[in-house]
Each structure stands twice: as C-alpha cells, then as structure tokens.
C-alpha cells in the first residue's frame, strides 16, 4: 500500500510540476508557450498605452483641430500657473477630450486640458489663484454641466 501511495504521488507531482515533456503530452500549455504568450500581452498592453499616451508632460489651452487631426495641442507645465481648475472631464484619450473641451465652449472662459502625472486628461473651464474663486466659479459651471468640480493643483 505504501508503494502505491509513493507512486501515486510522484505521478501526480509529475503532472502537476510544470514538466514541459507531460504538458506537451497532455496537450496543455509548455513554459516556453506561456512565455511567448505573457510576452504577446505585455506587448500589446504597451502598444495601446503609447497609442493612449500623448506626446508631452501637460496638455493645454484653447486647442485647434486641425483637419483630419484627433490630437490635442501641448504646452508647457509652466503655462499652468494656477492653483484652483474647475473641471468638467477627466478622460484618457485625446478624442474623448476634445469632444468635452468643444461641448463646454462659452461656460466660464476658454476650454482647456492638462494631463496627470497618471496619464489622466482633466478638461477645465477656468484656473484660479485661490478658493473662494474657483467656488464661486464653480457655481456658475454647475448650471451648464451638474458634474462639474474644483481641483486643486499640487
């Protein structure tokens, strides 16, 4: 009986080790095939986010389309020197920006977009030095888009 309990787990530690020459003769998956699959998925996953990525540190100011173009105008960090946004987006593709950044026209001032440390695209209304302003900014904002909301620049 001892025997047979031995055998019975060597066989089942076999099969369940990871051996590529039982794996391949139980038609699963070899290390070698995992490999090659993990590697295609990461791959993929780093394509799509330099697909989504755009190309600076910060987005910005009123954008121009141009013809054909799904892209958004960059700008240096230091153009934003505010505090306080009202924001009306948070997206993660230029397209999607953009859309936002042309439905918001007129509300507060100019619409314009900076991007997070993330990679997080905030679409904002208006930037202002100090609390009580992008409160009060914020209020006006709330009319035109219920989803509005002030964030604060660190």
Avoid at 31 to 55: G, M, P, W, Y
Avoid at 56 to 68: H, I, N, Q, S
Avoid at 91 to 115: C, R, T, W, Y
Wanted: proline content about 4%; hydrophobic content about 45%; charged content about 30%.
């Amino acid at each position: 009986m001892d025997k047979k309990l031995l055998a019975l787990l060597a066989l089942s530690a076999l099969l369940f080790s990871g051996c590529d020459w039982i794996r391949e003769k139980l038609d699963m998956p070899t290390s070698k095939q995992i490999a090659e699959k993990r590697e295609k998925i990461i791959a993929a996953q780093k394509a799509a986010v330099k697909k989504d990525t755009l190309k600076a540190d910060t987005l910005a100011a009123p954008v121009k389309k141009e013809a054909g173009s799904s892209t958004v105008a960059l700008v240096p960090r230091s153009d934003l020197d505010k505090l306080y946004y009202v924001i009306v987006g948070a997206f993660n593709n230029d397209e999607l920006v953009l859309l936002s950044m042309e439905k918001h026209k007129g509300i507060l001032q100019e619409p314009f977009a900076f991007k997070l440390p993330s990679g997080l695209k905030l679409v904002s209304i208006g930037g202002y030095q100090t609390l009580e302003e992008a409160r009060a900014a914020h209020q006006q904002a709330l009319q035109a888009d219920p989803e509005a909301w002030v964030y604060k620049k660190k």
